[in-house]
Structures are given as structure tokens and as C-alpha cells.
């Protein structure tokens, strides 16, 4: 079953502006992650944030969780042709965080227009 | 260097054979998966292994088997049972610790 799901589907954005994509989930987590998939390649991790945590930065990325809305975003700040790829959030229902059965939403493709 | 790595990268079926994916890790990670992903699709997962001997059904395990003889290997074997195997096939381990999940690069199967 798939428990996150990503909206938009598609966005199409200009480089240099931000692109922001929203996950929204139906069951408690331990921790939600967010991944990066180059076409036809495999996904390469990008944040995690734990269910305890509202907020988290690395580099151009920030990701917010609010556990009451069972959702999360992640903005991509001063986007790059480079940043073009599908993004997908992750959710990991284990109480310990062991990412016993990741469960991955539909992703949203992001197009970065030069 | 440390990683994980799927072959085939691409893989033709004759119709009614089995065919089988290797995946192999040196993370030294406990947890391997198998995940399918259709064309515009999220990924679905059909079989996941927490320990050496020990293997779990995902959501879509029909007409696939999987084994896990080494803590290092988690091949995925596609059984004529599967009706519609063409699709991208990740395979991927997880730290323990930090929850994080590595991917290989995937293989291409197609049914010919």
C-alpha cells in the first residue's frame, strides 16, 4: 500500500525560482524521508526528518513535518536545470526507525526550466 | 568503495521462464528490499529481509521469490507465476542506525 502521497504530480518551475512539493501520509511514523530519482536511475537519499522534529535544513532543502496533518514539504530554494528528477517521500512506520518497510508515495516530477 | 549493486542492468524474459536479479551490498546493512516501479509509478514493495535466513512478503510478492543465503546478497527471482513482469526493479539496504535506505542503479526487465 502506498502511504505517502505527493503532490503535485508534475511541476514545472524556472531556474532560480523555488520549487516546493507536498507528501501527505495516513498512518503514524517514526520518521519521513525524502528521495531523488534520476530518470531510469535508482533513488538517492536526501533528508530525513523524525516524527518528533518540525523542521530540517540541508543545504538548498528544507523540509517541514506536521504530524497532526500528517503531512510534510520539501522546498527546493534557487532550483537548478540539475535539480530536474522525480521526488519522492518515504514513510517508516517502525517504532524503532529501522525502515523495517519503507513505504514510498507516487512522486512528483520536477522540470527545471534554464 | 561501499555500495550496492543490481545486475543485469537490463534483462530480457522469454515468456514462461523464470529469471533472476542479483543484488549484492557491502554496507554491512541488516535490512535488504526489492522494490518494482512502473512507469510514472511510486515503488511497491515486494519482498523485504531483516536478517541472514529471514525474508517478509511486501504488498505485491505474487509470482516472485527471493532468498537470503548471505548477508550480502538478496537475489530476486521473477517466476513465470508473474503475469506482468516488465517494469525497473530496485533493490535496497538500510542502516539501522539512521533508517536511511540505499539504492542500486535498477534493473530493466522486459518481457520478449
Known amino acids: 500500500s502506498q502511504q505517502g502521497e505527493e503532490d503535485p504530480q508534475a511541476l514545472s518551475i524556472q531556474e532560480g525560482e523555488n520549487a516546493t512539493m507536498n507528501c501527505s501520509y495516513k498512518t503514524s511514523i517514526n520518521n519521513l524521508q525524502w528521495y531523488r530519482q534520476n530518470s531510469g536511475r535508482g533513488l538517492v537519499h536526501l533528508i530525513l526528518?523524525?516524527?518528533?522534529?518540525r523542521e530540517k535544513h540541508s543545504g538548498r532543502l528544507r523540509v517541514t513535518l506536521d504530524t497532526s496533518k500528517k503531512s510534510s514539504s520539501l522546498l527546493i530554494t534557487a532550483s537548478r536545470a540539475a535539480d530536474t528528477a522525480s521526488y519522492f517521500c518515504a514513510t517508516d512506520p517502525s517504532l524503532d526507525g529501522s525502515a523495517r518497510q519503507l513505504t514510498f508515495g507516487s512522486g512528483t516530477q520536477l522540470t527545471v526550466l534554464p | 568503495d561501499g555500495g550496492i549493486t543490481q545486475s543485469p542492468k537490463y534483462l530480457f524474459r522469454k515468456e514462461g521462464q523464470n529469471v533472476t536479479l542479483s543484488c549484492e551490498q557491502n554496507l554491512n546493512h541488516d535490512a535488504m528490499y526489492w522494490y518494482r516501479q512502473d512507469p510514472g509509478q511510486g515503488l511497491r514493495l515486494i519482498y523485504y529481509?531483516?536478517?541472514?535466513?529471514?525474508?517478509q512478503k511486501g504488498d505485491i510478492a505474487e509470482g516472485y521469490s527471493v532468498s537470503r543465503e548471505k548477508k550480502e546478497s538478496f537475489p530476486l527471482t521473477v517466476t513465470s507465476a508473474q503475469k506482468n513482469p516488465t517494469a525497473f526493479y530496485l533493490c535496497a539496504s538500510s542502516s539501522r542506525q539512521t533508517g536511511e535506505a540505499f539504492f542500486g542503479q535498477g534493473t530493466r526487465l522486459t518481457v520478449v
Open positions: 526528518i523524525r516524527s518528533n522534529e
Open positions: 529481509s531483516q536478517i541472514v535466513n529471514d525474508f
